[in-house]
T-cell receptor
Framework: ELKVEQNPLFLSMQEGKNYTIYCNYS?????LYWYRQDPGKSLESLFV?????AVKQEGRLMASLDTKARLSTLHITAAVHDLSATYFC????????????FGTGTRLTIIP | NAGVTQTPKFQVLKTGQSMTLQCAQDMNHNSMYWYRQDPGMGLRLIYY???????DKGEVPNGYNVSRLNKREFSLRLESAAPSQTSVYFC?????????????FGPGTRLTVL
Protein backbone atom coordinates (compact mmCIF):
# COMPACT_ATOMS: atom_id res chain seq x y z
CA GLU A 1 0.00 0.00 0.00
CA LEU A 2 1.33 3.38 -1.00
CA LYS A 3 1.56 5.84 1.89
CA VAL A 4 2.46 9.50 1.62
CA GLU A 5 3.60 11.51 4.62
CA GLN A 6 4.17 15.23 4.82
CA ASN A 7 5.87 17.24 7.48
CA PRO A 8 5.39 19.48 9.12
CA LEU A 9 1.59 19.37 9.30
CA PHE A 10 1.46 22.99 10.44
CA LEU A 11 3.97 25.71 9.74
CA SER A 12 3.86 29.29 10.88
CA MET A 13 6.63 31.46 9.56
CA GLN A 14 7.52 35.10 9.26
CA GLU A 15 7.58 36.98 6.02
CA GLY A 16 10.97 37.00 4.41
CA LYS A 17 12.11 33.67 5.86
CA ASN A 18 12.92 30.45 4.02
CA TYR A 19 11.51 27.05 4.80
CA THR A 20 11.06 23.57 3.38
CA ILE A 21 8.12 21.17 3.37
CA TYR A 22 8.93 17.48 3.09
CA CYS A 23 7.00 14.71 1.36
CA ASN A 24 7.98 11.08 1.88
CA TYR A 25 6.34 8.15 0.14
CA SER A 26 6.56 4.47 0.89
CA UNK A 27 6.97 2.69 -2.45
CA UNK A 28 8.44 3.41 -5.84
CA UNK A 29 6.48 6.00 -7.74
CA UNK A 30 6.22 7.17 -11.30
CA UNK A 31 5.22 10.77 -10.66
CA LEU A 32 4.77 13.31 -7.88
CA TYR A 33 2.52 16.36 -7.81
CA TRP A 34 2.32 19.41 -5.59
CA TYR A 35 -0.99 21.19 -5.11
CA ARG A 36 -2.05 24.32 -3.30
CA GLN A 37 -5.43 24.75 -1.59
CA ASP A 38 -6.75 28.03 -0.19
CA PRO A 39 -9.36 27.83 2.60
CA GLY A 40 -12.74 26.75 1.23
CA LYS A 41 -11.37 26.46 -2.29
CA SER A 42 -10.39 23.76 -4.70
CA LEU A 43 -6.92 22.43 -5.46
CA GLU A 44 -4.56 24.26 -7.77
CA SER A 45 -1.73 22.39 -9.45
CA LEU A 46 1.72 23.79 -8.73
CA PHE A 47 4.27 21.28 -9.99
CA VAL A 48 4.55 17.89 -11.66
CA UNK A 49 7.82 16.04 -11.06
CA UNK A 50 8.49 13.18 -13.45
CA UNK A 51 11.97 11.86 -12.80
CA UNK A 52 14.76 11.55 -10.31
CA UNK A 53 16.51 14.84 -9.78
CA ALA A 54 13.68 16.86 -11.29
CA VAL A 55 13.54 20.45 -10.09
CA LYS A 56 10.78 22.92 -10.88
CA GLN A 57 10.55 26.55 -9.82
CA GLU A 58 7.77 29.09 -9.93
CA GLY A 59 8.28 32.40 -8.19
CA ARG A 60 9.22 31.81 -4.56
CA LEU A 61 8.44 28.08 -4.69
CA MET A 62 10.82 25.36 -5.78
CA ALA A 63 10.06 21.64 -5.81
CA SER A 64 12.50 18.77 -6.18
CA LEU A 65 12.30 14.99 -6.36
CA ASP A 66 14.68 12.28 -5.17
CA THR A 67 13.18 8.96 -6.22
CA LYS A 68 15.92 6.92 -4.57
CA ALA A 69 15.15 8.47 -1.19
CA ARG A 70 11.42 8.56 -2.03
CA LEU A 71 11.43 12.20 -1.01
CA SER A 72 10.19 15.42 -2.48
CA THR A 73 10.72 18.89 -1.05
CA LEU A 74 8.86 22.15 -1.56
CA HIS A 75 11.13 25.04 -0.70
CA ILE A 76 9.78 28.50 0.03
CA THR A 77 12.12 31.43 -0.43
CA ALA A 78 11.54 34.80 1.24
CA ALA A 79 7.96 33.98 2.15
CA VAL A 80 5.18 36.48 1.55
CA HIS A 81 1.66 36.52 2.99
CA ASP A 82 0.10 35.42 -0.32
CA LEU A 83 1.75 32.03 0.07
CA SER A 84 -0.42 31.22 3.09
CA ALA A 85 -2.37 28.06 2.10
CA THR A 86 -2.39 24.29 2.55
CA TYR A 87 0.08 22.43 0.36
CA PHE A 88 -0.40 18.81 -0.64
CA CYS A 89 1.88 16.38 -2.34
CA UNK A 90 0.35 13.46 -4.22
CA UNK A 91 1.93 10.40 -5.76
CA UNK A 92 1.03 8.09 -8.63
CA UNK A 93 2.24 4.52 -8.38
CA UNK A 94 2.99 3.98 -12.06
CA UNK A 95 1.96 5.14 -15.49
CA UNK A 96 -1.35 3.57 -16.42
CA UNK A 97 -2.45 3.34 -12.80
CA UNK A 98 -3.62 6.88 -12.30
CA UNK A 99 -4.84 6.71 -8.73
CA UNK A 100 -3.43 9.62 -6.79
CA UNK A 101 -2.47 9.08 -3.16
CA PHE A 102 -2.36 12.35 -1.25
CA GLY A 103 -0.36 13.40 1.76
CA THR A 104 -2.23 14.91 4.70
CA GLY A 105 -1.18 18.41 3.76
CA THR A 106 0.91 21.17 5.32
CA ARG A 107 -0.98 24.23 6.49
CA LEU A 108 1.32 27.18 5.98
CA THR A 109 0.66 30.52 7.65
CA ILE A 110 2.87 33.47 6.82
CA ILE A 111 2.97 36.10 9.54
CA PRO A 112 3.73 39.71 8.58
CA ASN B 1 -13.63 27.09 -20.99
CA ALA B 2 -15.30 26.27 -17.67
CA GLY B 3 -12.92 23.40 -16.82
CA VAL B 4 -14.48 21.07 -14.24
CA THR B 5 -17.88 22.05 -12.85
CA GLN B 6 -19.78 20.47 -9.97
CA THR B 7 -23.34 20.77 -8.72
CA PRO B 8 -24.58 21.43 -6.16
CA LYS B 9 -22.07 23.56 -4.24
CA PHE B 10 -23.69 22.85 -0.87
CA GLN B 11 -26.13 20.18 0.29
CA VAL B 12 -27.64 19.11 3.61
CA LEU B 13 -29.20 15.66 3.86
CA LYS B 14 -30.85 13.65 6.56
CA THR B 15 -29.58 10.18 7.34
CA GLY B 16 -31.00 7.70 4.88
CA GLN B 17 -31.72 10.18 2.11
CA SER B 18 -30.21 9.73 -1.31
CA MET B 19 -28.66 12.20 -3.70
CA THR B 20 -26.49 12.45 -6.78
CA LEU B 21 -23.52 14.78 -7.16
CA GLN B 22 -22.95 15.92 -10.70
CA CYS B 23 -19.64 16.61 -12.40
CA ALA B 24 -18.86 17.75 -15.93
CA GLN B 25 -15.67 18.70 -17.75
CA ASP B 26 -15.17 20.48 -21.05
CA MET B 27 -11.49 19.66 -21.61
CA ASN B 28 -12.17 16.47 -23.58
CA HIS B 29 -10.37 14.42 -20.93
CA ASN B 30 -10.67 10.65 -20.90
CA SER B 31 -10.29 10.11 -17.16
CA MET B 32 -12.46 11.40 -14.34
CA TYR B 33 -12.27 10.98 -10.56
CA TRP B 34 -14.25 11.48 -7.38
CA TYR B 35 -12.46 12.32 -4.12
CA ARG B 36 -13.56 13.18 -0.63
CA GLN B 37 -11.73 15.51 1.73
CA ASP B 38 -12.24 15.35 5.47
CA PRO B 39 -10.93 17.94 7.94
CA GLY B 40 -7.19 17.76 8.44
CA MET B 41 -6.77 15.12 5.76
CA GLY B 42 -5.70 14.93 2.19
CA LEU B 43 -8.03 13.80 -0.54
CA ARG B 44 -9.01 10.16 -0.77
CA LEU B 45 -10.11 8.56 -4.02
CA ILE B 46 -13.65 7.17 -4.02
CA TYR B 47 -14.07 6.02 -7.63
CA TYR B 48 -12.50 6.78 -10.93
CA UNK B 49 -13.24 6.27 -14.59
CA UNK B 50 -10.27 5.74 -16.88
CA UNK B 51 -12.40 6.20 -19.96
CA UNK B 52 -16.00 6.41 -21.07
CA UNK B 53 -17.83 3.24 -20.13
CA UNK B 54 -15.41 2.11 -17.42
CA UNK B 55 -15.36 2.70 -13.67
CA ASP B 56 -13.24 1.34 -10.85
CA LYS B 57 -13.08 1.54 -7.09
CA GLY B 58 -10.66 3.76 -5.28
CA GLU B 59 -9.58 3.79 -1.66
CA VAL B 60 -12.99 4.48 -0.01
CA PRO B 61 -15.83 3.25 -2.30
CA ASN B 62 -18.25 1.87 0.30
CA GLY B 63 -21.60 3.66 0.34
CA TYR B 64 -21.15 5.22 -3.09
CA ASN B 65 -21.96 4.41 -6.69
CA VAL B 66 -20.88 6.16 -9.85
CA SER B 67 -22.00 6.55 -13.43
CA ARG B 68 -19.91 7.69 -16.35
CA LEU B 69 -22.78 9.07 -18.37
CA ASN B 70 -20.64 10.10 -21.34
CA LYS B 71 -17.16 11.46 -21.88
CA ARG B 72 -18.03 14.78 -20.24
CA GLU B 73 -20.04 13.69 -17.20
CA PHE B 74 -19.31 11.56 -14.15
CA SER B 75 -21.84 11.39 -11.32
CA LEU B 76 -21.51 10.16 -7.74
CA ARG B 77 -24.54 8.74 -5.95
CA LEU B 78 -25.16 8.25 -2.25
CA GLU B 79 -27.98 5.74 -1.97
CA SER B 80 -28.53 6.03 1.78
CA ALA B 81 -26.56 8.88 3.28
CA ALA B 82 -24.83 8.44 6.64
CA PRO B 83 -23.24 11.07 8.92
CA SER B 84 -19.83 9.53 8.14
CA GLN B 85 -20.29 10.77 4.57
CA THR B 86 -20.25 14.40 5.70
CA SER B 87 -17.34 15.73 3.71
CA VAL B 88 -16.24 17.92 0.83
CA TYR B 89 -16.40 16.09 -2.48
CA PHE B 90 -14.14 16.99 -5.38
CA CYS B 91 -14.38 15.83 -8.94
CA UNK B 92 -11.31 15.89 -11.17
CA UNK B 93 -10.40 15.05 -14.74
CA UNK B 94 -7.20 14.32 -16.62
CA UNK B 95 -5.83 13.19 -19.94
CA UNK B 96 -4.51 9.77 -18.96
CA UNK B 97 -2.60 9.21 -22.20
CA UNK B 98 -0.50 12.28 -21.49
CA UNK B 99 2.68 11.31 -19.61
CA UNK B 100 2.17 14.23 -17.23
CA UNK B 101 -1.50 13.37 -16.63
CA UNK B 102 -2.17 16.38 -14.48
CA UNK B 103 -5.54 16.24 -12.71
CA UNK B 104 -7.74 19.34 -12.76
CA PHE B 105 -10.18 19.76 -9.90
CA GLY B 106 -13.66 21.16 -9.66
CA PRO B 107 -14.79 23.66 -7.00
CA GLY B 108 -16.16 20.99 -4.66
CA THR B 109 -19.50 20.07 -3.08
CA ARG B 110 -19.84 20.56 0.65
CA LEU B 111 -22.15 17.85 1.97
CA THR B 112 -23.53 17.61 5.49
CA VAL B 113 -25.48 14.55 6.61
CA LEU B 114 -27.49 15.05 9.78
Amino acid sequence: ELKVEQNPLFLSMQEGKNYTIYCNYSTTSDRLYWYRQDPGKSLESLFVLLSNGAVKQEGRLMASLDTKARLSTLHITAAVHDLSATYFCAVVRNFGNEKLTFGTGTRLTIIP
Amino acid sequence: NAGVTQTPKFQVLKTGQSMTLQCAQDMNHNSMYWYRQDPGMGLRLIYYSASEGTTDKGEVPNGYNVSRLNKREFSLRLESAAPSQTSVYFCASSEAWDRVNEQFFGPGTRLTVL
